[in-house]
């Protein structure tokens, strides 16, 4: 592997866990984002981190280089995954 496919590599997930980790640490507990007896912590971070997927696969698609096909599948399927979960949290 080159080391610029580990630093996108590295910007791809490093992001995502921050994200996860802002909003989705106080799982389980009665407080969270959203007051009342509701939480809307996990939509919140749907809806950041398929911001920030997006945004990922715009630059990877600017940037157009043959070695960005892997990444260009993860983040697609990422995006995917992330949009599935939050349609779900909408029900």
Known sequence: MNTSLIIKSLLLI??????MLIFL?????????????YNLAKLYYA??????????EIILLINGKQEN????II?????I???IYGLAKFN
Do not use: D, K, Q, R
């Open 69 to 72: 096909t892997v990444l260009h």
């Open 81 to 83: 995954g992330h949009i």
């Open 14 to 19: 490093i992001p995502l866990v921050v994200i």
């Open 25 to 37: 640490h106080e799982e389980g507990s009665s407080s969270g984002i959203g007051g009342g007896s």
């Open 75 to 79: 983040a697609l399927l990422l995006l």
């Open 47 to 56: 809806f950041f981190a398929v911001g920030f997927l997006i945004i990922y």
